[in-house]
């Protein structure tokens, strides 16, 4: 049983050895584990610190993807190079190590497939009052589309199968937390938490400038991860909408038109109109997204399979 340990970075010279050092070298039930990080464009010597500090291998962009990008290529270079269990981790030591053995437990027992670390967030001091609110509405939102129970959506403490990091494809150039939590809740893989601990902070956030950008990012990303997944359910409660007010005000009109006042108000006839055939036109477009979602499907299973041959490829090179 391989596990490897990944981290995504992008300028981490400074915070990279704390984080490396506090990883775990050994976990019952495992036989081997290997460290990998994701370079994103670093222009300081993040990668020169890796390779010092022992660094399995570094997956290398020249200029910056972004974190979604990163996660993917990580999670696929460690399939490649036979991993059992993938923990992603971040470079400024947010998470305590230690938890890892934690994280990788529910997946060694056989209780899931993908495993979320739970953070402290009403206990963590570096955490402003409304940052802790934004983050409990988040998950919550998270919760609904995803129809899961995990109470720290954005956390990027976790750990994932092989079988679940094969099935995963985050498409949104942001972040993975939230899109892969929502497409794992569809395709019903195994999902659960584990409390964990985090350290003190190292450096403040990268992956938004302000909280007005987070918000606004997390909601398009939620959005559009729940018209991709969900689209018919998505279409048809938006179009319900329009076509129940349309009817409410057709309705209005008939009741002035039995009263002999309905001249007066054949603009509530057109209002009508107009909103049962928009929620007409966004039931139907509800109907092809819908279709499409079972083509991407077939699609997801077609990369399913090529990274199976892939990662079953590697585990025969490993046991030579």
Known sequence: MKLIIQIPCLNEAETLEIALNDLPKHIDGID???YQIINDGSTDNTVEVAKKWGVHYVVNFKNNKGLARGFMAGLDAALRNGADIIVNTDADNQYCGADIEKLVRPILDGK???????RPIDQTEHFSPLKKKLQHLGSWTVRVASDSDIPDAPSGFRAYSR???MRLNVTNEYTYTL???IQAGRNRVAMTSVPIRTNAELRPSRLFSSMLGYVKRSSLTILRAFMMYRPLKFFLTIGSIFILIGVIIGIRFLVFLAGGAGAGHIQSLILASMLIVIGVQTAVIGLLSDVISANRKILEDVQYRIRRMESDAAHEK???
């Open 32 to 34: 081997e584990i290997e």
């Open 318 to 320: 490993n046991e030579r």
């Open 112 to 118: 899931a497939d993908i495993v979320i670390g739970e």
């Open 163 to 165: 079988e679940a990091a």
């Open 179 to 181: 899109e892969t939590i």
